[in-house]
Nanobody, 116 residues
Framework: QVQLLESGGGLVQAGGSLSLSCAAS????????MTWYRQAPGKQRELVAT???????NYADSVKGRFTISRDNAKNMVYLQMNSLKFEDTAVYYC??????????WGKGTLVTVSS
């Protein structure tokens, strides 16, 4: 059974930093793209950052220059370093992994709360 487990969320003051991790397990297929999404209260889920297996990255305009996505292919992990956090970054952050089987899977999310 494929599982994605996020960790690293918490409460931080505006201007601070947090680092999120996501570990994928339970599949023999290769992971292609890995993506962080977030969903703020009352809003739709939105893409935050994505990284291909070859480490090509793409970011939402709202986080460019502040967030950095990276991955460790050997460990099937993806990371999100979040700096200069703003109140509007408050959300549940979800990890998504696209496997070479053609299926993708979601984690259950980790809450990031930024106090103003």
């Amino acid at each position: 059974q494929v599982q994605l487990l996020e960790s690293g969320g918490g409460l931080v003051q505006a201007g601070g930093s947090l680092s999120l991790s996501c570990a994928a397990s339970g599949s023999n297929f290769r992971i292609n793209a890995m993506t962080w999404y977030r969903q703020a209260p009352g809003k739709q889920r939105e893409l935050v950052a994505t990284i291909t297996r070859g480490a090509n990255t793409n970011y939402a305009d709202s986080v460019k220059g502040r967030f950095t996505i990276s991955r460790d292919n050997a460990k099937n992990m993806v990371y999100l370093q979040m700096n200069s956090l703003k109140f509007e970054d408050t959300a549940v952050y979800y990890c998504n992994a696209e496997f070479s089987s053609g299926r993708d899977y979601w984690g259950k999310g980790t809450l990031v709360t930024v106090s103003s």
